[in-house]
C-alpha cells in the first residue's frame, strides 16, 4: 500500500496559495517597471487605471465594458470547465451581430417583438455554428481546439464580405448594415448602459446556478475533472460537448447581438473584433481554470483594467496598451506556475 | 578463458524512481556471454526501465552497471553503442519512405571524401544480410516491407554498428507465429557468433523455447533468475503473478440464477494485426463469481470495455439481463444493470480533486434520490456519501474531502462502495484488489462473496492467481485474445492455471 498511495498524499499536500493574487502582483511589478522605463510614473499610471475604472462617474463606462468582455468570459469559461476549449468566440460572435443586424431591417411588426427575435435567432445561429466545433471533433476527429479556431476565420471573411457588398448600407461610404429601426434597438437605462447589461448579468447568475446546482453542471466539472471518469460513469461524452459548445456559441451570439442591438444599431465591420474581447474573456476563463464564479471576477477586472487604460491613456498619455500587457502577465505567470497542461485537462 | 567467468553484463542494486512510484528496486541482473536471457514480468513490471537504463536512455538513481566487468557511465544510447550494445525497440526507429540500406548505414556511412559511398554502403548490408540469413533486399524501401522484415532491418541496424549485445524490446509483440519462428532462429545464429540477447517479453512459452537463463521482475523487484532448464513454466508465472499472502475466503455452495451478463462470438479488431479479443464467448449466471484469469495484455482489458461500452465492437454481441446492449453507450448499459470496479481506480475510477460525495454520486446523479428535474440535492448527496462512507470503513476526514488524498486501499473501497451500491444484476470487477492493503482486500473479497450470495452475476478479472482461485466458482483463461478454457473451481488449481495462461493447453483433458 505504501507505493500505491503516496502519489496520491503528494497531491493533497500541494497546496497552492492563491497564485492568481501573486500573479497580479507580479504583473503590476514587472507593468511598473515598464512605465518606469517609458519615462512616466508607474504610481501616476496605476492611479489613473484605478480612478478611471472606479471612481464613482466612471462606473457605467467599466459595466459598459464589461457587459461584452464578461459574456465572451462565459463562452471561453463554459467549456474549460469541461476541460474543452472554443476559440472561436470571434466567429461566434460575428454571427450573432450580422444576424441581430440583419432582422430588425427586414422583419416587421413591433419594435420589442423583433428585438426578442433578433436576440434568439442571433444565439441560436452563433450556438448552432459553435456546435459545428464539437461536431468536427466527436464525429470526425478534428481537435476542437483547432477547428473552434479555423470556423472563426470564414464566418468573419463571409461576414465582412456580407456587409461590403449585399448589405451594405448605400447611404453611407462605409462598410456597415443599415441602421436597425429605434423601436427594436436595446432599451436605454443611463448613460450609455442598456438592458443588454441585465442580459448578460441574468445570463451570469443562471450560469452559476447550473454550475452549482444541476445535473448538467455536475457532469461539466467531473468530464473537466477527469474525462474517462466520465465516460465510465455514464455521462454522453459526444452529446455534452455539442451541448456545451452550442450553449457557448449561442451567449457569444447574444453578446454581438448586444452590441449591434445596444450600442451601434448597425453592424460594422471588424468593429467587433478590435477590442478583443473573446481573447480577454478567454484569458479570464484561463485565469479561473473555467470556475464560473473565478471567470466572471476575473472578466471584471480586465474590464476596470481596460476601462482604466483608456483613462491613463487619455489623462497621462501612457498608452493603454500597456493594460493588455499586464492581462498577458498575469496568464503567463499562471501558466508558468501550474504548466500548461493542466488548464485543459 | 578469462572472458568465460566475467559476465557480458552486470547491473547490481539499480534503482529508478518516477515520483513515488519505485520502477525498479535495487535489481540485480548478471547476463553471460553468448547467452539468450530473458527478462519477464507483466505490464509495469519495470522490465522498459531496467532495458532504458541499460542503454544509456535513462541514468539509475542508485546502482552501477558493469559492461565486460568494467563499469560503464552511459551518457547516451550513443554511448551504449560505442560499446557494442545495440537495442530493438517496440515502435521501430526507421524512416519508413528510404530504403533498407540507407536506414541501416545512417549516422554511420561509409564515406568518400564528403560523399556517401552508396556502392560500399549496398555492399556492406547485402553482405551482412545474408551473413546473417535475415534475407532482406537492401534496395526495398522500408515502409513496404512487413512488419517482420523491418524487425530484421533493426537487427540488421545493431549488426551493421557490431553490436555484441543485442536487446530486444518485446519483439514478438508485432509477430505472426510465423515470423517469430524466423526471429527465433535468427537469435540462435547470433548467440551461436557469440552474441549476448537480452530478450524482453512477458509470454510464457516463448521464454520457455529460447532462453538459456530467465529474470522475472515483479513490482520494480527481481522474483527470480533461474536457469531456464531448471524451471518450468509454473514457478514463473508463480513470479510473475504470485502474492504472498494466503487468501482464504469462506463461501458457501453457488446457488445458480438466470444468465445475466453474456457475450456472444465478441470480436475486437487491431489495426493490421490479429484481433485483440477473438470470437470471445463467456455467460455469468446469477449467484455465481466467473473468474477470469490470464496474464494482463491478453485481451482482458479489451473484452471488459466492450462489455460495459467503453469501446465499440467489431464483431459479437453482448446481453445484460438478456437485453441485447450491443450498440448501447455505457448509460444505456448501466441502466441495463452493469455495475464496474475499473482496473484504474485514480484515472478511471474516480476524480481525485473531487469530493467524496461527488465521487460517489457518479452515475446516481441524474435520478432521484439525489437529483429532481434536473437539479442535484446537495444535502442528499451527502447523506448518501457520509452512509457509504461508514458502511465501507473509508478513512476519510469529510465526505466533502477530495479523495485525492486517500490512500490506495481507502480509493479503491470509494470505487467499490459507489459500484456496489447500484445493486445491479451484474458486477464486472477488474483487479478488485491490485495495489491495495492486505485488510482492504479481505474486505473487498468478502463483499464480493456478499454479492454473489444476493444473487448477482459476477465477472472477477484479475491476474491474481491467487484471487481467482480464492473466490471464483467457474474459471475461464484468456490467452492471446481467446478463451482457452472454461474450468470449474473444482477442476483448477495453480499449475493448469499457470499452464492455460502460457498458452498450453492440459496435457490430460
Known amino acids: 500500500m505504501s507505493a500505491a498511495s503516496r502519489p496520491e498524499d503528494a497531491a493533497a499536500r500541494r497546496w497552492r496559495p492563491p497564485s492568481a493574487a501573486i500573479a497580479i502582483l507580479f504583473a503590476a511589478l514587472v507593468g511598473g517597471v515598464l512605465v518606469f522605463a517609458s519615462g512616466a510614473n508607474p504610481f501616476d499610471a496605476y492611479a489613473q487605471i484605478f480612478l478611471g475604472a472606479l471612481a464613482f462617474d466612471n462606473w457605467p463606462n467599466t459595466l459598459n465594458w464589461a457587459t461584452p468582455l464578461v459574456g465572451m468570459t462565459l463562452v471561453a469559461a463554459i467549456p474549460l470547465r469541461g476541460g474543452m476549449v472554443n476559440l472561436g468566440g470571434d466567429g461566434q460572435l460575428v454571427i450573432g451581430a450580422l444576424v441581430a443586424a440583419i432582422i430588425p431591417v427586414y422583419l416587421p411588426g413591433p419594435g420589442p417583438l423583433v428585438a426578442i427575435a433578433a436576440l434568439g435567432a442571433a444565439a441560436i445561429a452563433a450556438g448552432l455554428y459553435a456546435a459545428l466545433a464539437a461536431w468536427g471533433e466527436t464525429r470526425h476527429g478534428v481537435p476542437m481546439l483547432i477547428s473552434s479556431l479555423l470556423l472563426s476565420y470564414p464566418a468573419v471573411g463571409v461576414a465582412s464580405y456580407i456587409v461590403r457588398f449585399p448589405l451594405r448600407d448605400a447611404t453611407t461610404g462605409l462598410p456597415q448594415t443599415a441602421l436597425v429601426p429605434e423601436g427594436a434597438r436595446l432599451m436605454n437605462l443611463s448613460g450609455p448602459l442598456n438592458i443588454g447589461l441585465l442580459i448578460i448579468a441574468s445570463i451570469t447568475l443562471l450560469v452559476l446556478f447550473v454550475d452549482r446546482r444541476t445535473v448538467a453542471g455536475y457532469e461539466l466539472r467531473m468530464r473537466g475533472i477527469n474525462r474517462r471518469f466520465a465516460g465510465y460513469g455514464g455521462v454522453r461524452l459526444d452529446a455534452q460537448a455539442m451541448r456545451v459548445m452550442f450553449v457557448s456559441g449561442a451567449i457569444a451570439g447574444l453578446v454581438g447581438a448586444i452590441i449591434v442591438l445596444g450600442s451601434q444599431f448597425r453592424f460594422i465591420d471588424d468593429a467587433l473584433l478590435t477590442p478583443s474581447y473573446t481573447w480577454s474573456g478567454l484569458m479570464a476563463a484561463l485565469l479561473a481554470n473555467g470556475e464560473p464564479a473565478g471567470a466572471i471576477l476575473a472578466g471584471l477586472f480586465f474590464a476596470a483594467l481596460q476601462t482604466g487604460g483608456f483613462a491613463m491613456q487619455r489623462e497621462i498619455a501612457v498608452p493603454r496598451v500597456l493594460t493588455m500587457v499586464l492581462q498577458s502577465i498575469v496568464i503567463l505567470f499562471l501558466a508558468m506556475r501550474h504548466g500548461a497542461g493542466k488548464a485543459t485537462r | ?509
Open chain 2, 1 to 509: 578463458m578469462a572472458g568465460a567467468a566475467v559476465p557480458e553484463l552486470e547491473a547490481v542494486g539499480i534503482v529508478k524512481r518516477y515520483g513515488a512510484l519505485i520502477a525498479n528496486d535495487h535489481v540485480d541482473l548478471v547476463v553471460a556471454r553468448g547467452e539468450i536471457h530473458g527478462i519477464m514480468g507483466e505490464n509495469g513490471a519495470g522490465k522498459s526501465t531496467l532495458m532504458s537504463i541499460l542503454y544509456g536512455l535513462q541514468k539509475p538513481d542508485e546502482g552501477r552497471v558493469l559492461l565486460r566487468g568494467a563499469q560503464v557511465h552511459f551518457r547516451s544510447a550513443v554511448d551504449a553503442i560505442a560499446e557494442g550494445m545495440g537495442m530493438v525497440h517496440q515502435a521501430f526507429k526507421l524512416f519508413n519512405s528510404f530504403s533498407v540500406w540507407e536506414n541501416i548505414v545512417y549516422g554511420a556511412e561509409p564515406r568518400r571524401g564528403a560523399f556517401i559511398d552508396r556502392r560500399a554502403a549496398r555492399r556492406n548490408v547485402a553482405e551482412l544480410s545474408e551473413r546473417h540469413r535475415l534475407g532482406v533486399d537492401p534496395d526495398a524501401i522500408v515502409g513496404r516491407l512487413s512488419v517482420g522484415v523491418r524487425q530484421r532491418v533493426e537487427i540488421l541496424k545493431a549488426l551493421y554498428r557490431d553490436a555484441r549485445l543485442l536487446i530486444l524490446d518485446e519483439p514478438t509483440a508485432v509477430l505472426t507465429p510465423l515470423e517469430r519462428d524466423g526471429l527465433f532462429a535468427v537469435m540462435r545464429h547470433l548467440a551461436g557468433e557469440g552474441r549476448t540477447i537480452l530478450f524482453v517479453t512477458h509470454k510464457l512459452h516463448e521464454v520457455m523455447a529460447i532462453t538459456d537463463r530467465v529474470t522475472v521482475l515483479r513490482d520494480g523487484r527481481v522474483t527470480e533468475q533461474v536457469k531456464t532448464s531448471e524451471t518450468d513454466a509454473r514457478a514463473i508465472v508463480r513470479a510473475m503473478t504470485g502474492r504472498s499472502v494466503n487468501l482464504t475466503v469462506a463461501k458457501g455452495p453457488a446457488r445458480l440464477g438466470a444468465t445475466l451478463l453474456e457475450a456472444i462470438d465478441l470480436t475486437i479488431s487491431a489495426a493490421g494485426g490479429k484481433p485483440l479479443v477473438d470470437n470471445v464467448a463467456l455467460r455469468v449466471r446469477a449467484g455465481e463469481i466467473v473468474g477470469l484469469a490470464g496474464v494482463a495484455g491478453n485481451g482482458q482489458s479489451e473484452l471488459v470495455e466492450a462489455l460495459v461500452g467503453l469501446r465499440p465492437l467489431d464483431g459479437g454481441k453482448v446481453r445484460v439481463g438478456g437485453v441485447d446492449v450491443s450498440g448501447a453507450d455505457v448509460a444505456t448499459r448501466r441502466a441495463a444493470g452493469i455495475a464496474y470496479i475499473p482496473e484504474d481506480r485514480a484515472s478511471v475510477g474516480s476524480a481525485l480533486p473531487a469530493s467524496a460525495a461527488d465521487n460517489l454520486a457518479m452515475s446516481f446523479h441524474r435520478a432521484f434520490p439525489l437529483a429532481r428535474r434536473g437539479l442535484i440535492d446537495a444535502s442528499a448527496i451527502a447523506a448518501r456519501a457520509r452512509a457509504l462512507i461508514a458502511r465501507f470503513g473509508v478513512k476519510i476526514t469529510s465526505e466533502s474531502a477530495p479523495v485525492g488524498s486517500l490512500s490506495g486501499g481507502n480509493l479503491q473501497k470509494v470505487v467499490v462502495a459507489r459500484e456496489l451500491s447500484h445493486e445491479a444484476p451484474a458486477l464486472i470487477a477488474e483487479q478488485p484488489t491490485r495495489g491495495v492493503d492486505v485488510g482492504a482486500i479481505e474486505f473487498i473479497h468478502a463483499e464480493l462473496i456478499a454479492e454473489r450470495d444476493a444473487g448477482r452475476a459476477i465477472l472477477l478479472v484479475s491476474s491474481e492467481l491467487s484471487e481467482i482461485l480464492a473466490l471464483s466458482d467457474r474459471i475461464l483463461v484468456m490467452y492471446e485474445g481467446r478463451i482457452l478454457a472454461d474450468l470449474l473451481r473444482e477442476r483448477a488449481d495453480e499449475e493448469t492455471l499457470g499452464l492455460l495462461m502460457a498458452g498450453r493447453a492440459p496435457e490430460a483433458a
